[in-house]
């Protein structure tokens, strides 16, 4: 609950919070990256994590600022409810259409009465040195639930999704939405950009607030964000590692071919 207002809170203080997707088994990616952002995107919809390995993942946050946000394979409560129960201080719901979706993802994160999670927090309540209902009144108000733009009918029905009680937060997929309008491959077509702005303000003006998923060029995050995103996710681990391992590897291999030009003079 702490990490949860933890990231909450910054958002709120107007700072731009930034991670990136996690999708290799081993924790210690994510323990190495814990003290450069601000959450890690742990990835169940894409890659091939088991529960036992995103409650690795999730550990891999402890002692840091770091939150250790997870990204559901579904808008299904058997889904959500074991990814909270391991401690997870949020959950990111893909493919939100509707209110009523948004609602479903809400009440599978809520005790009753606000909303329908069984009881079974095992790590949030340190192994059953916490309980009652106290705690699970903080649980309620301090979980996060982000549900993922990605569809144009979600853009449709953004007012009535945004004035969902509980929800935390809204997260662009240009990719997805791109698909769902008719240019798949085509994130930043005009259509596409022109209804992620229409997003971006009606967020705004609500005060859900709203972040995107896109790669890890700097200069496309730096536009995002100048166009009123609060916060971004930079692409991913492979990504990541394959952006910085290239880079060097064009450099020194440049290098290399100069000298071996010069030589030849």
């Known amino acids: 609950m702490e990490k949860a207002s933890s990231f909450q809170s910054k958002l709120s203080q107007g700072q731009v919070c930034i991670g990136t997707g996690i999708s290799f088994s081993d924790p210690t990616i994510t323990e190495a990256l814990c003290g450069l952002l601000d959450f890690v995107w742990i990835d169940m919809e894409h890659a091939?994590?088991?529960?036992?390995?995103?409650q690795a993942h999730v550990m891999a946050t402890k002692g840091s600022g770091t939150t250790p946000l997870v990204r559901v394979s579904w808008n299904d409560p058997v889904i959500i409810k074991?990814?909270?129960d391991i401690g997870a201080a949020g959950v990111i719901i893909p493919l939100i259409r509707t209110a009523d979706d948004a609602r479903r993802a809400v009440a599978a994160c809520r005790y009753p009465p606000e909303g329908i999670r069984g009881y079974g927090p095992r790590r949030p309540s340190h192994y059953a040195r916490q309980g009652g209902r106290d705690f699970c009144?903080?649980?309620?108000?301090?979980?996060?639930?982000?549900?993922?733009?990605?569809h144009i009918d979600a853009v449709h029905n953004?007012?009535?999704?945004?004035?969902?009680?509980g929800l935390t937060g809204i997260v662009v997929g240009p990719n997805d939405l791109s698909g769902s309008m008719g240019h798949m491959g085509e994130p930043r077509h005009p259509?596409?950009?022109q209804a992620i702005d229409t997003v971006i303000a009606k967020a705004r003006q609500s005060g859900v607030f709203v972040g995107i998923a896109v790669g890890d060029d700097p200069d496309v995050l730096i536009e995002w964000l100048d166009k009123g995103m609060q916060w971004v996710l930079m692409g991913c681990d492979f990504t990541l590692l394959l952006r910085a391992a290239t880079q060097v590897c064009h450099q020194v291999r440049a290098h290399h071919e100069k000298n071996l030009s010069t030589l030849k003079r």
């Open 48 to 54: 091939p994590l088991s529960i036992e390995t995103v």
């Open 82 to 84: 074991p990814v909270l």
């Open 137 to 150: 009144q903080s649980a309620n108000e301090n979980m996060i639930v982000i549900v993922q733009i990605e």
């Open 158 to 165: 953004l007012d009535e999704i945004l004035a969902v009680p």
């Open 191 to 193: 259509a596409v950009l």
